[in-house]
């Protein structure tokens, strides 16, 4: 998605603000290029890298990455706590897919787990 994000920023440059302006009277739907843009700019900045890294656009409520440092682990699955845990933020379908995700990497392993994800769309 960030590709053809960036691909529609870029054919629009840095300067279409002027042209939705002179074309709002013609298009009342110019008037929402600000937030447009700033949509398209979101999706085009570069993705996240993880948890573990210091590029996470993750919730600010999630606290997995905080978590799983103090308790000197690399996954939620490896703490004794799992899957009752009430320490990640997290809610809904996220805290399904999260609990989802982690049991299945602890039963099949994290690296027939990281492969496997490689080869899935991110969001479906």
């Not at 009752?84 to 379908?93: F, I, S």
């Not at 996220?94 to 602890?106: D, F, P, V």
Request: glycine share 4%; hydrophobic share 30%; aromatic share 8%.
């Amino acid at each position: 998605m960030a590709i053809h994000a960036r691909a529609i920023a870029k054919t629009m440059g840095d300067n279409f603000q002027t042209y939705a302006d002179r074309l709002k009277d013609f298009n009342p739907a110019m008037n929402e290029y600000p937030a447009f843009r700033s949509l398209l700019d979101s999706l085009a900045s570069p993705k996240c890298d993880g948890c573990r890294s210091d590029n996470r656009t993750c919730l600010p409520s999630c606290k997995v990455a905080e978590c799983v440092q103090k308790q000197h682990i690399e996954f939620c699955f490896e703490c004794d706590k799992f899957p009752d845990c009430e320490k990640t933020g997290l809610t809904g379908a996220l805290l399904e897919r999260w609990e989802k995700n982690n049991k299945l990497m602890k039963s099949i392993g994290i690296d027939k787990y990281i492969t496997m994800s490689a080869e899935k769309p991110r969001y479906p």
